[in-house]
Structures are given as C-alpha cells and as structure tokens.
C-alpha cells in the first residue's frame, strides 16, 4: 500500500490554529497555582474550574442556565458514551435505538456492551420519526423497549444534517410518550460555519431522563482527551456509579479552563472561520470533479461530508484502489449500525492542508470513475 498523503479519513481539529502559545501560557501559570490539586484525585466530577467553563459554554449557546454541579468531566465523550450505555443497560441484548448511519467508536462501544442495536433511516433533517414512532411502538408490544435513544443531532457524524428544533420536539415528545431516556451527543455543536444553531435537548425540555454529551476534541484538541456529560440528578448519580477511575486528567482540564477563562468563543470563531475556508474547497471540488457521478450533504456545521457513490461500484476495489494513490476516506459500511455494504462514504476535512485538498478530491473522482462497471449516468438525485 502507498503512503498515505491525503487523510480524509480522521475527523481531527485543525491543527493550523492550535493555540501554542496561549496553553503554553496556561500551563505555566496553572502548573504552580494549582500544585496542590495536581497531587490528588479530582474527583468524579471533576476539575471545577473547567466543570463551570463548560457549563458557561453550554448557557451561552442555549439562553437556559446550566448547572456546573450537574456536569461531569470525562476523558473525552467516548468515556461519557460507554458510561451512559453502561448506566442505563440492564442485560446483555438490551434494545437501544440508533441513527441508521452513526459514529463508529459509538456503534463499537455498544457491540462490546453487546447492546441489541436498533438502527433508524436518515433523512435531510435527521431520524425519521415516523420510523421511529412505528419502530417504538412495535418494539413496546414485544416487551423490549429501548434503554435509550441516542442521537447526533447536530452536523450528525457521518451525514452532517442537523435536525431542525421542531423535529427535535417531536423526538422528545416520542421519548416521553414510550418513557425511553434521550441521549444526545453534541460533540461538534461548536463548529459552526452559517445559519441558526438549532438548540439542545435539554434547552427545549428540562426532563430528568435526557442525558446530553459534548466533548473539546472538535473545537480545541483531541490529544487534550476531555469531554463531558450534563445529566440531573437522579440520572447524574446513576451514571457516576459506573464510574471507577477517580476522575479525569487534572492538568489538562486545569489548562484548557485557564485558557477560556474569558469564554470560548474568540478561539472557537477563528478556529471555524479556517475550517469553513476548507469545507467550502471541498465542496467545490466536489462539484467540478465529481458532479455526474456522485451527491454530497453540504453541511452548515461539522467536520464531515457525506458522499453517496454509484451502486455499480465495488467498495472494497474502490478504497484499495484510492489507498494505493495515497487517498483514504471512511466507507459507508463504518458508519452502519449492522456492518451493511453501502454506497456511500465519508470526507473530513478539518486537518488537512489546502494543497493536500486541491490534489486529493481529483484523485478520489479519477478513483471513482474508473470503478465503476457501467458507463450509465447516475441514477439518483438525493442522499438518501
């Protein structure tokens, strides 16, 4: 296999606008003001400091307070996922919804809980929620209602929709009306580029049973490994009994606290003014390279574009063939809930350099025509 030059696989922050200088400074400054914190445990909270950055973060965003006491850190939101899923599952072969097309670190998570995964179809706005009312009312004759619902509502990883806040009132009250927790993970909400920022779960309706996810992979750093959960008591006592690590790392939630001591925003906005100049490349390459042959979303927010490809097309050839010129994307079949072959696949784009962008997307079109086994013209108008 070729080296790999141009990733489009890893959906990684921009490395170009990493604020070196300004953690250097945070470190400094937090190293000797909080040594005697650094030599305990924090707890399974975790760091205040940070815990009530976040909780502002969120307040910001959402127009409603957010309590710091109800908002656990985690060592990124795969914890936090795998906690939920732990909390609220009973048994092995326990039922939870899923998106059709969802993050593969979650859907893996839950194989390993071997949780019995229900997956909803997509559209332009989100879950269906006519699937899902019909999926929940047979799943309750059966006597196996889900344990929760989890859902990426906003720039949805893999697809980048966002489901629009009357669709998200309608999917709280479908959780009420089945009594089923609603788990929303909002790890990209931030990365925002135009239009209206469609509000949280928990903005909407202050239920106990919603659990809400967010993470600072996506906005600041992955390597930072900090995310967290926002939950009501009871709810937030259920999930800090499955946790058993003490709480999550002190230095690292004592330096990115200190760097948004003033809000997270003045970063956030540069950050996505950069990533915004990216996702508008592709989407242009997209369209002089691959126009006749394949649909993409167009994403107001996120990381990622959703590319659906020709059914004549043999995925496996495709990206061995694309990984033996140095392009890498995801293939539809790591996003299915049940490990279907499908024709799509997906682009991120937030760390790649321009020029590994303007001399990728041709490769992948070239890569894609000369899969195909028909000269027909595209059959199909719509992503899904």
């Known amino acids: 296999m070729s080296r790999i030059l141009y990733d489009f696989g890893s959906g990684r922050s921009n490395p170009e606008t990493f604020p070196v200088k300004a953690l250097q400074d945070a470190a400094v400054s937090v190293i000797e003001r909080e040594r005697e914190a650094l030599n305990d445990y924090p707890g399974k909270l975790g760091y205040l400091p940070l815990r009530e950055a976040m909780a502002k973060r969120e307040s910001d965003r959402e127009g409603v307070p957010v309590d710091p006491g109800h908002l656990m850190i985690t060592n990124g939101s795969m914890q936090a996922v795998t906690l939920v899923a732990e909390a609220l599952q009973n048994a092995p072969g326990d039922t939870c919804i899923v998106e059709e097309f969802s993050y593969p670190g979650t859907l893996a998570a839950y194989r390993s809980l071997k949780l019995d995964m229900v997956g909803i179809p997509l559209s332009e706005e989100g879950m269906k929620l006519d699937v899902l009312e019909q999926t929940l009312e047979r799943l309750s004759t059966e006597n196996r209602l889900p344990k929760f619902i989890y859902t990426i509502t906003t720039y949805q990883n ?22 089923v927790p609603l788990v929303e993970d909002n790890c990209y909400g931030d990365v925002h580029y135009e239009g209206p920022v469609e509000p949280a779960i928990y903005a909407l309706d202050d239920d106990p049973q919603h659990i809400y996810l967010c993470s600072l992979s996506k906005i600041l750093a992955p390597g930072l490994r900090l995310g967290y959960v926002l939950a009501q008591p009871p709810m937030l006592e259920k999930l800090m009994d499955r946790r058993h690590d003490a709480g999550s ?41 691959l126009s006749d042959q394949c ?90």
């Not at 790392?249 to 970063?267: D, K, M, P, S």
């Not at 994403?299 to 590319?307: A, D, E, K, T």
Request: glycine share 8%; hydrophobic share 40%.
């Open 249 to 289: 790392n002190t230095l690292a939630a004592a330096i990115v606290a200190e760097f948004y001591r003033n809000g997270i925003w003045e970063h956030t906005n540069s950050g996505n003014e950069a990533l915004k100049a990216k996702r508008d490349l592709t989407l242009s390459l997209l369209a002089s390279e």
């Open 295 to 384: 649909v993409w979303s167009h994403p107001v927010g996120g990381l990622f574009i959703w590319v659906r490809i020709p059914d004549d097309i043999n995925g496996k050839t495709l990206l061995e063939t694309a990984n033996s010129r140095g392009f890498h994307y995801l293939p539809g079949i790591s996003f299915h809930y049940q490990n279907a072959k499908v024709p799509y696949l997906r682009l991120a784009f937030g760390h790649l350099k321009k020029e590994q962008i303007e001399a990728g997307i041709p490769i992948l079109a070239q890569c894609i025509r000369e899969a195909r086994t028909s000269n027909e013209p595209r059959n199909f108008d719509s992503l899904f």
């Open 158 to 179: 893999p697809t980048g929709m966002t489901m629009p806040a009357a669709r998200r009132r309608e999917l709280i009250g479908l959780a009420r009306q089945f009594n």
